[in-house]
């Protein structure tokens, strides 16, 4: 493995139009440029106080079918536009897309908008890509004012619902940018899938989201706005941003507005809330959330008493999850009293402080769920009628039962789903994909692949993430051959495409057996197949080179990640790209890679400069970790907390684990660096670490044991080291060996005098 693998050219994404790309171009931002208000009879301009520019309101009530687009009443100005336009109303689309390529001319604006709708309401990846060519024509013509609001809303929906929401979060923006204020339906399609997202979808979704109330706010007759006011179902996307963020300020804050607009929580609005309250570490909550639809008369579905089994499965608590279950088999309806009687049962096992998060964090959910308080005033209500178990039901327990490790309970309800009378209990493909993570998590592969041969048996068909979950089986038992034969299986067999977790999968397969050079050929193969990387992909290409001892092909692949418009290079990445550079010791190259993340706002963490200590120990630079161990020092959270600073400028806390201390304690016990490795050792008992005296001794004893014993040191010299004698003896002290401060205890004979003349 020592030979180092050509890095191929990673092609540059492409905003072309053309079909044979397997990925729906995300990299243009929308940009509208008007000559002249683009007003018609279907739009009405509204100019407000608080608005020094016009909003573009279009008055289409219904945003889902291009039926009901609203049309300007311009005329086509020759017979091409009469031939595109007849044959769009007659929703032959197809042959308009063919008439629009083979006319010089462009279309009018009621041409253009309509086939732009038609083409996103069928939302196949060809007629997306279509839809995004004539964007980007219009882009670059100067004519994007020609598309009305209703076009470019059912683009952003349909962007969505394919999973390019970078994209139709920038058509949302760019109509926002430019007067247009969309239909709900099409922002909140984008808000939804935005928090629904990783990284900082869920931050961009509130953002989206206050940037269109706060225009609606700014018109004083609602009904001019009226299609674009926040609905339950905006909310509830909003909303479960802020759960996905475990923000519960802002949750309140949201659920506190909605009456505003004339918004009504909805079951699904309490389903968010018991995400929150999962997050927010309040099991206790759970049952007020069931008790609260209930009172307020919410018809209740099955999918909310999932919710609460899955959040007692996520707190481990499976022998209420099993309770819940086993009441819903026996059609009980008082699962609010079993709940309660589960919390009491529990509430001496939880601690009875709390700090002042925790403190705010009740005020929140005493607002939210105000039944929580009078609990014990009233009876626990019942459900309105009895909810019988089904696969998903069942599935989630199981679920429960493969976190925990318990197979054989996972393989016995499989069991029993199979046996129950109601078909709609039996076990389903998620329910035997389930069953394969938990054989495959307890490494028992040939079991797994059993489960997958039954399953396409009894006519129950595998998906991806069955397969994907098989191929990290195997990959975690390093054997990557069967991996590849596996994934041959799932693209000829079951006629399954991999994507782009499972290429991901299989590349850190190749980490695991030291193979960089088939991790890179995994990674452009999946290139080569038009499957876009995500940032786990760049990074772990990242990760296989820097174990190999390749740091500048890591950085290559770093580059290529930041031209990436479709990822946002994260902490992970720069981490990965230092530590590259670290395990060879490369020192200036890691530090010059950490000023460009503190540039690009990123701060250092814990693993950051766990690497630089990895690097500099290695490296045998001494220097280096004293500086390291200064900025350590200055954003410890236990000295920020004892500090009265409130600077925003300044980096935010850190707290030190085992590790970095560690190393830099050895750094400095080595380099003869007493003080500071005092000051460290401290720092670990202050943060409940316990030091490895041990190892220091040992380190002390095979290094410096005869240090300052030497006799013809002149004046000048010994003045200067009496601070590192000092200093030495006080380490001395602290690890318990013989030492001046309390030299005669340690005589073990009365009258021997043998530490008397150590002059360490």
Not at 266 to 290: G, S
Request: glycine content about 6%; hydrophobic content about 35%.
């Amino acid at each position: 493995m020592n030979a180092k693998p050509p890095l191929q050219p990673f092609p540059t994404p492409s905003s072309s139009s053309s079909s044979s790309s397997n990925s729906f171009p995300l990299t243009q931002t929308l940009t509208l440029h008007w000559a002249s208000l683009p007003l018609s009879s279907s739009t009405t301009t509204t100019t407000t106080t608080k608005s020094k520019r016009p909003f573009l309101v279009h008055t289409t009530t219904n945003h889902t079918t291009p039926t009901d687009l609203s049309l300007t009443s311009t005329e086509p100005h020759n017979s091409q536009d009469q031939k595109l336009l007849a044959l769009l109303r007659q929703r032959k689309t197809e042959e308009a897309w063919i008439a629009y390529t083979q006319s010089n001319h462009l279309p009018g604006t009621t041409c253009l908008s309509r086939l732009v709708s038609q083409l996103s309401y069928q939302n196949t990846h060809v007629s997306l890509t279509r839809a995004q060519s004539i964007i980007t024509r219009l882009r670059h013509e100067r004519q994007l004012h020609r598309l009305d609001a209703n076009s470019l809303g059912l683009l952003a929906v349909a962007a969505s619902k394919a999973g390019h929401t970078l994209y139709a979060t920038s058509i949302v923006k760019s109509m926002l940018r430019s007067g247009y204020l969309p239909h709900v339906k099409a922002w909140s399609a984008v808000v939804s899938r935005l928090a629904a997202s990783g990284d900082d979808g869920p931050a961009e979704a509130l953002k989206l989201f206050g940037s269109v109330t706060r225009r609606v706010r700014r018109f004083a007759d609602p009904t001019i706005v009226a299609d674009s006011r926040p609905d339950t179902a905006a909310y509830n996307a909003v909303l479960n941003a802020c759960a996905n963020l475990g923000d519960t300020k802002r949750f309140l804050q949201l659920f506190d507005e909605m009456s505003e607009f004339g918004a009504e929580p909805d079951v699904l609005t309490y389903n968010v809330m018991i995400k929150l309250c999962a997050r927010a570490d309040r099991k206790d909550l759970l049952v007020f959330v069931l008790e609260r639809i209930i009172e307020k008369g919410i018809p209740l579905c099955m999918t909310t008493l999932i919710s609460i089994i899955a959040a007692y499965v996520g707190f481990g608590d499976l022998q209420t999850a099993e309770k819940m279950v086993q009441a819903m088999r026996e059609g009980r309806r008082d699962l609010c009293r079993i709940l309660r009687d589960s919390n009491s049962e529990n509430l001496g096992q939880e601690d009875e402080g709390g700090d002042g998060d925790e403190d705010r964090e009740g005020d929140v959910f005493v607002k939210l769920l105000p039944n929580c308080i009078e609990s014990g005033n009233y009876e626990p209500p019942l459900l309105p009628k009895a909810y019988a178990p089904n696969s998903r039901v069942y599935t989630t327990l199981m679920k429960g039962y493969m976190m925990a490790g318990r197979v054989t309970d996972t393989v016995r309800m499989l069991e029993a789903m199979r046996r129950q009378d109601d078909s709609a209990s039996h076990p389903d493909h998620v329910t035997y994909t389930t069953v394969v993570s938990a054989l495959v998590k307890a490494g028992l592969m040939d079991r797994a692949r059993q489960v997958l041969a039954e399953m396409t048996r009894i006519g129950v068909p595998a998906n991806r993430i069955t397969y994907n979950i098989l191929l990290k089986g195997y990959c975690q038992q390093l054997q990557i051959d069967e991996a590849k034969e596996l994934l041959r299986e799932m693209a000829d067999d079951a006629e399954i495409e991999p994507d782009v977790v499972s290429y991901n999968i299989l590349i850190d397969g190749c980490i695991l057996v030291d193979d960089s050079a088939g991790a890179l050929a995994f990674f452009n193969e999946m290139r080569a197949r038009g499957i876009p990387p995500t940032k786990i992909s760049y990074t772990t290409l990242m990760k296989a080179f820097a174990l190999s001892g390749q740091p500048k092909l890591a950085n290559k692949v770093f580059d290529e990640m930041l031209n990436d418009p479709r990822v946002k290079a994260d902490l992970i990445a720069w981490n990965m790209l230092i530590d590259g550079y670290c395990r060879l010791g490369l020192i200036e190259e890691a530090k010059n890679i950490v000023q460009k993340m503190k540039e690009n706002g990123f701060n250092p963490n814990v693993a950051t400069y766990g690497s630089l200590a990895n690097g500099i120990a290695l490296a045998r630079k001494p220097g280096e970790a004293l500086l390291l161990w200064n900025e350590v020092k200055e954003r410890c959270w236990v000295k920020r907390e004892r500090e009265i600073s409130n600077s925003s400028t300044s980096p935010p806390p850190l707290k030190p684990d085992e590790g970095l201390l560690d190393t830099l304690a050895d750094i400095c016990v080595r380099a003869a660096f007493f003080k500071k490795a005092l000051e460290i050792v401290a720092c670990m008992e202050e943060y409940g670490i316990p030091p490895n005296k041990t190892k220091f001794t040992r380190i002390y004893v095979e290094m410096h044991s005869r240090m300052f014993t030497s006799k013809h040191a002149s004046k000048a010299r010994q003045d200067r080291r009496t601070e590192r004698k000092r200093a030495a003896e006080a380490f001395k002290f602290w690890l318990g060996l013989p030492n001046s401060y309390y030299g005669s205890e340690w005589r073990l004979e009365p009258d021997g005098d043998e530490y008397a003349s150590d002059s360490v």
